[in-house]
Structures are given as C-alpha cells and as structure tokens.
C-alpha cells in the first residue's frame, strides 16, 4: 500500500506565499509522474500542474494550468519521494483543497504494477 500525505496548506493574505508538500510512503519501488489537483467550494476538482519522472540528467517537464502559469512551481524530490508546489501571488481564486497525486510503481508477488493514487488534501485559503 502506498500513502501520500499532504502538508503546508493554512490561511495567507492576498498577494502572499506558501509551499505544499506531499510525501509518498509505503511499497514503492519508483514514482513516475506527480502532480497536485485543487478543489475550490461548490467546483469540480482541478488540475493545477504536473510533473513527470526526473532524473539526474532531465530535471523533468513541468506542466501548468493556464491560471496559475507564472506563479506557481512544481518539483519534486525523488530521494524524499516528495512533489512541492510553490505557490506566489495568490489570490482568492486560489482557495481551494489541494491534492496530490502520483503514479506510483509498486512490486508485488504477481510482478511490477503502476497504480495512480491520492492525498487526502490540504485547504488553502487566501484572504482578502
């Protein structure tokens, strides 16, 4: 079984600052791509950004939404098995449960297997 648990949400003012973290646990034997989803009250769940596999000679590629292009950072931390996303300027349309998500290569008695799994989510509220 794999865990991923989310860290650094809270309440910032608009224009402010914070990084996420989320940290995988558990049978794994690599993590291919990882990304962060984001589900604001009374919206459909997100996508926010993304990030595939690095490596020590590709940093890996880094995908965003149009809405937080600019001002909001993905990367990861393969030793740690963590994904960050650092997030600037934000505003209250940033409000929202942040999930992270990661596809995952477990090894199990009947041979390797990628499963996709899920945070539990970290609110962010931006005051204005």
């Known amino acids: 079984q794999v865990q991923l648990v989310e860290s650094g949400g809270g309440l910032v003012q608009v224009g402010g600052s914070l990084r996420l973290s989320c940290a995988a646990s558990g049978r794994i034997a690599s993590i291919n791509s990882m990304g962060w989803y984001r589900q604001a009250p009374g919206k459909q769940r997100e996508w926010v950004a993304s990030i595939t596999k690095t490596s020590i000679t590709n940093g890996g590629n880094t995908n965003y939404a149009e809405s937080v292009k600019g001002r909001f950072t993905i990367s990861r931390d393969n030793a740690a098995n963590t994904v960050y996303l650092q997030m600037n300027s934000l505003t209250p349309g940033d409000t929202a449960v942040y999930y992270c998500?990661?596809?995952?290569?477990?090894?199990?008695?009947?041979?390797?297997?990628?499963?996709?799994?899920w945070g539990e989510g970290t609110l962010v509220t931006v005051s204005s």
């Open positions: 998500n990661a596809y995952v290569m477990t090894v199990s008695p009947a041979g390797p297997y990628e499963a996709r799994y």
